[in-house]
């Protein structure tokens, strides 16, 4: 059974900083692309950053400069590290694993405000 458990989620003043986590079981993790989707009210999914199995990474345009996403093969577990956040950053985060058809965690809020 597949199971991606995201941490890290919260509220944080705008300017501030968050690190998501997200551990993985039931899959051969260090073969996997791990990406961050997020989805704010109102709003569709959107990619947000993705680590591929080979070692490359991307993200969104929104979230270029500001947002990090790297991995741990050995803890099975891929974190994103998310600084100067604005408020536009909030919605619920999601871990995934193989894409969009692949394995989604629970998700995560993270709140940007004052």
């Known amino acids: 059974q597949v199971q991606l458990v995201e941490s890290g989620g919260g509220l944080v003043q705008p300017g501030g900083s968050l690190r998501l986590s997200c551990a993985a079981s039931?899959?051969?993790?260090?073969?996997?692309?791990m990406g961050w989707y997020r989805q704010a009210p109102g709003k569709q999914r959107e990619l947000v950053a993705v680590?591929?199995?080979?070692?490359?990474?991307n993200y969104g345009d929104s979230v270029k400069g500001r947002f990090s996403i790297s991995r741990d093969n050995a803890k099975n577990t891929v974190y994103m590290e998310m600084n100067s956040l604005k408020p536009d950053d909030t919605a619920v985060y999601y871990c995934?694993?193989?894409?969009?058809?692949?394995?989604w965690g629970q998700g995560t809020q993270v709140t940007v405000s004052s």
């Open positions: 995934n694993a193989g894409g969009v058809a692949g394995h």
């Open positions: 039931g899959i051969t993790f260090s073969i996997y692309n």
């Open positions: 680590s591929r199995s080979g070692g490359t990474t």
